[in-house]
């Protein structure tokens, strides 16, 4: 098995960093395929925490090719100071690759995302302000400036011309805004292109041939199934794919070349932003989740809403995007509960539901059927072993595994590298 993809099943934040570091210190090439700076992993090395929103985790391991492959929006400003801050600390950037077709990130669409937003007043959908969405909308509509656009000056030049004369009409008439400086966008955005050029390229011929010749690749998603613009809970959602699928069409990569997809499934939940949240505890038990799990943003900082683990929300996210393995993360965090709930179905209007509702009214109103299981109400953190596990942690892991229908593959008792317990160990074989 040479491609492995890693795929988010909740709402984000479920510590795909982790999960990835940790294969990716078996791949030899990690990509991108969707998303942009709205993503935030964290991944810590002896003792070193890394933030990482653009570059691939694999850029923790040296001699692997990053891939920054044509699905993701790229914040040029974003990804160059990401790669200043990886070289300060000693890290080879030099195997990084950033597809000519990505769609580029302008300063207009930071501002129409953070201005627009708020516009919405209580229908906002909260998001990062990283500019990902109108990113998107312009690569949809047809007028987006992609990486191959700025090599080429005069082509970037009548661009970004064309569409300043339409976002500096729409900033005024919406919003009241002044205009945006063109000579000001060209000059900063030229700068960029200097500076990433040496790391533009086809990545599509680049990955085809690397999966012809067998070489290991990990494609690692950002955001999470809950957050997909088609399958979550729209329009609280991002605007790409982050399952599995969003690999073929963000990397240019044919289904029959995906052999295997990791599914990171937090050992409870949480969200960010608006939208509903079935199993959400606005008690004490959703503040203590969020406490001992440290739970605020990577990118923002906001404090993330909290909840028991939803195997609905799993279970479904294992059918899209086809789940070999779960990668269950930041199991550690409850070893001080007494008891532990699992959502394993939902009741609406006295029936119980089959599948994930598309009407957000009913998901609002389902009602999660818990089960309720011992807390272990012991540390777990120094476990290396599957069977060290104290048994109540196991009933829990395995009851998820059996509502969901997905195996167990990975278990992370902690946030350090070898704070990993690995049931499946022919992930990439
Ligand atoms: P956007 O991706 O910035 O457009 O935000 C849309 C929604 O996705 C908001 O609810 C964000 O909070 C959420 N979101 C975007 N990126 C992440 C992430 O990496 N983790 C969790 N939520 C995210």
């Known amino acids: 098995m040479s491609t492995v993809v890693i795929t988010g099943t909740q709402w984000g934040d479920e510590g795909k960093g982790k999960i990835v570091d940790y294969l990716a210190g078996q791949a030899e090439t990690v ?6 700076s709205n ?15 653009l570059l691939p985790s694999g850029i923790l391991y040296q001699g692997t090719h990053n891939v920054v492959a044509n699905g993701v929006a790229v914040d040029p400003e974003v990804m160059l100071q990401e790669m200043d801050a990886m070289a300060a600390k000693g890290i080879d950037v030099s195997g990084i690759r950033l597809s000519d077709r990505a769609q580029v990130v302008m300063p207009y669409h930071r501002l129409m995302d953070g201005i627009g937003d708020e516009a919405r007043g209580k229908d906002k959908i909260g998001t990062t302000k990283r500019g990902i969405g109108p990113c998107y909308m312009d690569r949809d509509d047809r007028i987006g400036i992609r990486v191959c656009d700025l090599l080429e000056e005069e082509v970037f030049a009548a661009k970004l011309k064309n569409n300043l004369a339409v976002k500096n009409k729409e900033l005024k008439a919406l919003y009241d805004h002044e205009p945006l400086d063109f000579a000001k966008i060209f000059a900063e955005y030229m700068g960029y292109a200097k500076r990433l050029a040496p790391y533009i390229c086809d990545t599509i011929t680049l990955l085809n041939e690397e999966i012809q010749a067998g070489r290991k690749i990990l494609f690692e998603g950002a955001q999470a199934t809950m957050l997909d613009i088609d399958y979550g809970t729209y329009p609280y ?20 070349n995906i052999h295997r ?34 739970e605020y943003g990577t990118v923002t900082g906001r404090p993330r809403r909290t909840g028991w683990l939803d195997a609905m ?19 550690d965090i409850l070893d001080n509960f007494d008891e532990i709930k699992m959502c394993v179905g939902y009741r609406h209007k006295g029936k119980d539901l089959p599948g994930m509702p598309a009407s957000l009214k009913v998901l609002g109103e389902v009602e999660p059927v818990y089960e309720t299981f011992a807390g272990w109400k012991q540390p777990i953190s120094g476990i290396r072993r599957y069977e060290d596990l104290p048994e109540a942690a196991k009933k829990y892991l395995e009851r998820m595994a059996e509502v969901t229908g997905i195996n167990l593959g990975i278990v992370s008792v902690g946030p350090n590298r070898d704070q990993t317990i690995v049931i499946a160990k022919d992930i990439f074989s």
Do not use: W
């Open 313 to 331: 929300v799993v279970r479904y996210a294992g059918l899209l995007s086809g789940i070999d393995y779960m990668a269950v993360t930041r199991l």
């Open 237 to 256: 959602v991002t605007a790409s794919h982050p399952v599995s699928g969003g690999v073929t069409v963000g990397a240019g990569v044919a289904p029959k």
């Open 31 to 36: 990509v991108r395929y969707q998303g942009g």
């Open 261 to 294: 997809v990791v599914g990171v499934v937090k050992a409870y939940c949480t969200r960010v932003g608006e939208g509903p949240f079935p199993t959400e505890q606005l008690n004490e038990m959703g503040d203590k989740l969020r406490e001992a799990g440290h």
């Open 39 to 53: 993503a935030g992993h964290t991944v810590a090395v002896n003792g070193t925490e890394y933030k990482l929103r």
